[in-house]
């Protein structure tokens, strides 16, 4: 028995925002804090924000453009978020109507249809809800048999529900599953900070999994490791219980907190040592592998984990794409994005399909295309 990706299909806003619009944005937001808060700046009792720069953004990320759902909002100084309504239950929720739009394309291309699939998994680093499960409601809407489910493993979240797939079908429990993983991500996102206001945009990616499949797009999975390991370096508190705190935190203080030099620090080796650990014990060297589908956390992490693992900053762009540049930091969906746009490979070669972030949480995938 050979269990594969079948299809996959992607789906993302159509509005874009450039460097240069989201630098102005918060440059304009920055003055007027400042000349707000002059007094207290002079006294000393707060320090005045600094100015952005796209210059400064393309060193930090690689990024040069994102897709959003609410450009307008989020450029808006005086409310640079999203403008969204409370979901209810008359219509159909953000998440899985992103969701319903990724999984047909994954459908088309396993060339399977809803009567083939047995379950539906949803894995995201931003839940919209708590219950009932979104995974359920793009069931619902696809009609789709069997049973569904919403996961959460920060960044890693795609792979990890992608493992639970290939588990249950190894299991005998699914023959097929659809594995959706909808980062509406800007809702998330305090515009007015620095070191995060450019780093994220909106997407989902589906993936059909799949025992035996036929489809001429299929890749085998070989072999899968995970690895976890607690840190406080990328984290958000936003709950429920928020509403019962006794301090005075926000939800800006709440919803998104990164050491972004830390994490950059220790993640690369940690993902770096996985992957090496991972071709060792399938007696793969790592030019043997055409392509690295790493989650799009910026280039130079990206960047820095291949040079590790291949052992030479000297590599062609190519072995390890970059969608990033044109999508931003699409959390967990990130590496099957990259997968999604740049799985050109010839019968037998072979990559690799990773992603890692909050947690630390690791997933990595050794694949090969049929």
Known sequence: MEIHIAGTGVWYPEDIITNDEIVNSYNNYVDIYNQENKDSISNGKIN????SSVEFIEKA???????????????????????LKHEDESRLSIQAFAGIEAAKKAMKQANVTVDDIDAVILGTSHNARFYPAV???????????????????????????????????????????????????TPAVNFGKRDIHFIFGDG??????????????????????????????????????????????????????????????EVCPLVAKLIIEQLEKNNIKPDEISKYWLHQANSRM???????????????????????EKFGNLASAGSMFSFNLNNDLQPGERGIICSFGAGYSVCSMLVEKV
Not at 163 to 179: E, K, P
């Open 48 to 51: 005045p924000l600094e100015h």
């Open 204 to 265: 989902c990616v589906a993936t059909i999994i799949k025992r035996n499949s036929s489809s001429n797009k299929s890749f085998k999975i070989l072999d899968r490791k995970l690895f976890t390991q607690f840190s406080n370096n990328i984290r958000s508190d936003w709950s429920y219980l928020a509403r019962t705190a006794t301090d005075n935190k926000t939800s800006d203080d709440l919803i998104f907190n990164q050491n972004g030099s830390s994490v950059f620090k």
């Open 61 to 83: 990320s690689g990024i040069k453009t994102r897709h959003v759902i609410d450009k307008e909002n989020i450029l808006d100084v005086n409310r640079m978020m999203p403008a």
């Open 135 to 185: 995974a359920i409601e793009i069931q619902n809407e696809l009609g789709i048999n069997g049973y569904a489910y919403d996961m959460l493993v920060g960044c890693s979240s795609t792979t990890f529900a992608i493992n639970n797939a290939y588990s249950d079908i190894a299991s005998g429990l699914a023959d097929t599953i659809l594995v959706v993983n909808p980062e509406i991500s």
């Open 302 to 324: 990206i960047n820095l984990i291949v040079s590790k693992v291949i052992g030479s900053n000297n590599f062609d762009t190519n072995l390890a794409p970059l969608p990033i």
